[in-house]
């Protein structure tokens, strides 16, 4: 008895001392251990300021706030409820919200499946076999023909020694990572265009209403000058003057009211509803609140919080582990199995304790000669995460340039408007003096069409400006980012997509 103990206790040990080595040894992974790139260390997105030159006229003055980071729901800002329920809408019932979220959790399965490689596999099989064995052939059938029937467990194991199984793990988490981030860039672009969409109509509507109160104006003059042509104070000519202009400020309406259709349809789109099945709000400019201030996050932050941007670093992540898989196929895999089998010639018997049969075995598979393909497998990992992280550097230079775009937009428009209002504000004046020098006989009906002429250009050019300005602002909010991500789920929460 003491013998054997002696001799249990060092194979303990050694099975002890191999299964500590095993596990040490599964603790490692080949390949690289990916780093996200370096934050920006821009401090501005243009080389020079971005200041907002103070408005001139009546209209709302705008000013940059940096370092300050987009609410989650910028376009409460508005200050319109009724924008705020259109943007509701969209949430609610996109369809494209509920294909991003259905390929998140596609994405998030993945990760399970993958996850279950890690651990122990067990099956159960079972069997019955008609067979004729030759004379002592068979220990458990009685005649050299007959039924034997079997069943057992069967359990698999392998420690993945040079973490391949885990690198897989990490690529499908980096790829769900990638799927949450284009979740997050659709819920971006779907409230972005439904603020642009409904900015859109509201600058239709803004036109279309300076254009009939031009046509108005040209109405009262056809009306003037058949009255001065009455009295002997104008000609033919004028009359045809002033019926031509009404003529061609009327052809102005419908291209503006096919501008507005199409921006209506397309929020019903957009809304997830078709045309005629929602009737869009009247949205107008006056009932939309210019966003005073404006914030300009700091590049650094810009660079975590846009959502394109972050499915390109998951891209590249999921490109840094698909090398770690390649690299794991040049080394030995391991698998250790056991099995125990229950065997015998009746089901009577099947389960007898002494019709067991169990078997323990380790099997090694490494690579020899593979012609090369393992080793060209390992270095087209390692090209396309080259081409992933040229594909990011691309995507942050572009995030930028946006940005810059959108700053220099912004200041233009308030410069724009404020050189449109005072030009409105001279053409009106001129218009009025070009009609009462008319009726006092001081003047020709030429020069007031000249002066109606001036007027329609200033009063569409007024009314286009002060709608992209509301749209570069919206356009700003959408380029820093839109808020952080995490506003993403309490939003969907309870929607179409989110109670799948």
């Known amino acids: 008895m003491d013998s054997c103990r002696s001799v249990a206790v060092p194979r303990r040990r050694l099975l002890l001392e191999a299964l500590v080595t095993l596990a040490a040894l599964s603790g ?10 370096d934050a920006s260390s821009a401090h501005g997105y243009a080389q020079t300021p971005m200041m907002l030159p103070p408005a001139g006229t009546a209209d709302a003055s705008q000013h940059l706030a940096p370092g300050k980071d987009v609410a989650d729901q910028w376009w409460l800002l508005f200050q319109s409820p009724t924008l705020n329920d259109t943007v509701a809408r969209a949430i609610a019932d996109s369809p494209t919200l509920e294909a991003a979220l259905a390929t998140l959790d596609q994405a998030r399965q993945a990760i399970t499946a993958a996850s279950g490689a890690l651990y122990p596999q067990a099956d159960l099989s079972a069997g019955a076999t008609r067979a004729r064995l030759g004379n002592g052939q068979s220990a458990v059938l009685v005649h050299p023909v007959g039924n034997v029937f079997s069943i057992g467990p069967s359990v698999s194991y392998s420690p993945d020694l040079f973490g391949g199984l885990r690198r897989q793990v990490e690529e499908k988490t980096a790829l769900a990572e990638f799927a949450r981030y284009e979740l997050s860039a659709a819920y971006l672009s779907l409230t972005g265009n439904a603020v642009l969409q409904a900015i859109a109509v509201a600058t239709a509507r803004e036109q279309i209403k300076a254009v009939r109160d031009i046509i108005d104006l040209d109405e009262n003059n056809v009306e003037l000058v058949l009255a001065e042509q009455a009295a002997g104070k104008a000609s033919a000519v004028d009359v045809l003057g002033a019926r031509s202009r009404l003529a061609a400020d009327r052809a102005l309406l419908p291209p503006l009211e096919q501008d507005l259709a199409a921006a209506r349809d397309a929020l019903t789109i957009i809304v997830g509803s078709t045309p005629a099945e929602w009737t869009v709000p009247d949205f107008d400019l006056g009932s939309l609140n210019l966003p005073g201030e404006l914030p300009v996050s700091l590049p650094s932050r810009m660079v975590s919080a846009r959502p394109d941007i972050l499915a390109a670093q998951a891209q590249l992540h999921a490109a840094s582990a698909a090398i770690g898989v390649a690299t794991a196929q040049l080394y030995p895999q391991i698998t250790l199995t056991a099995t125990w089998t229950q065997a015998a010639g009746t089901m009577g018997a099947l389960f007898d304790g002494t019709n067991g049969l169990w078997s323990v ?87 007031v069409l000249d002066a109606q002429r001036t007027f329609s250009q200033a009063r569409l050019a007024y009314a286009k400006a002060k709608g992209q300005r509301y749209t570069d602002t919206t356009q700003l909010f959408a380029a820093m980012g839109g808020g952080s991500l995490e506003s993403l789920a309490p939003l969907l929460r309870g929607t179409n997509a989110g109670s799948r």
């Open 28 to 37: 490692c992974a080949v390949g690289p251990d990916f780093r996200p790139p």
């Open 361 to 447: 075995a380790a099997g090694l598979a490494a690579p020899l000669l593979h012609g090369g393909a393992l080793e060209a497998q390992r270095q087209e990992a390692i090209d396309a995460f080259a081409a992933q992280l040229g594909v990011y550097r691309q995507t942050v230079l572009q995030a930028f340039g946006q940005v810059a775009d959108v700053l220099q937009a912004l200041r233009h428009d308030a410069e724009e408007l404020d050189a449109q209002g005072s030009a409105l504000n001279l053409a009106q004046a001129t218009l009025t003096m070009s009609q009462e020098s008319f009726k006092a006989g001081q003047s020709n009906f030429l020069q």
